[in-house]
């Protein structure tokens, strides 16, 4: 089960942390993989580390020819993992809705959205045409229930790449193509002293990894998941059970 042998897979934001996560669990499951980063040095460390035929492909997921151009050079994308996010380049940080600039806005929008729309766009088309396809967009609870804590434009950055997901199972269903979204909880990716604070609210007693997620995502990459689509799948250890 969950074989993936000859499947091309391309992981944005996979330089690091939860991405790289997922580009493990995905090459260990026979897929050839491609590490997106906006830093090459980032890509070509985590490709190295996994091996397996796993190759960086650095770009800027918010450069809609610089998309273009990668996918255009590795040719037929099998999988589409949308995971880059956060604020994009620049670190995101808290501040009422009413207080930020409009400028403020383009980073975490840019990578949450439009970085998830140009990579959707790119790869579509050749997988119309293979009449396959798995696309996957990392989320958030702040995309599916939103934040009090200052940082709206990444929420709804979040909550259009889930709206988008939905509009594609609809529009490609009948193609072999299935969109569907992971929003996540608390990652243990977070300072240790918030680690602790937010540990006990959580049912199953611990934060999310890497691993977690690498597994969700296998699974919805793989020939199993074939029936699964337009849905919004909560990893979040039992946080938020709606």
């Known amino acids: 089960m969950f074989d993936l042998t000859g499947r091309s897979v391309l992981v944005t934001g996979a330089g690091q942390n939860i991405g790289a996560g997922i580009a493990r669990a995905l090459a260990e499951a026979g897929a050839r993989v491609l590490v997106n980063d906006l830093r090459a040095d980032r890509a070509e460390e985590v490709a190295a580390d996994i091996g397996n035929g796993t190759e960086a492909l650095p770009f800027d997921v918010t450069d809609r020819d610089s998309v273009q151009a990668a996918v255009m050079e590795v ?114 990716s977070v300072r240790d002293e918030t680690a602790a604070a937010l540990r006990s609210a959580i049912p199953v007693g611990r934060l999310g990894s890497p691993d977690d997620v690498g597994a969700a995502c296998l699974w919805l990459a793989s020939d199993e998941a074939s029936w699964v689509t337009g849905q919004t799948i909560g990893l979040n250890g039992g946080a938020f059970t709606s």
């Open 75 to 188: 040719g037929l994308v099998d999988v589409l993992v949308n995971n880059a996010g956060n604020g994009g380049a620049e670190p995101m940080l808290p501040k009422r809705f009413m207080d930020t600039n409009p400028t403020e806005w383009n980073g975490p929008i840019g990578v949450n959205l439009q970085g998830v729309l140009f990579c959707c766009h790119a790869v579509l088309p050749g997988m119309v045409e293979n009449g396959h396809g798995r696309i996957i967009t990392i989320s958030s609870a702040a995309g599916t229930h939103g934040v009090g804590i200052g940082f709206t434009p990444y929420s709804v950055g979040k909550g259009g790449a889930l709206s988008l997901m939905r509009s594609l199972a609809l529009e490609h269903g009948r193609q072999g193509i299935t969109a569907n979204s992971i929003a996540l909880g608390v990652m243990d």
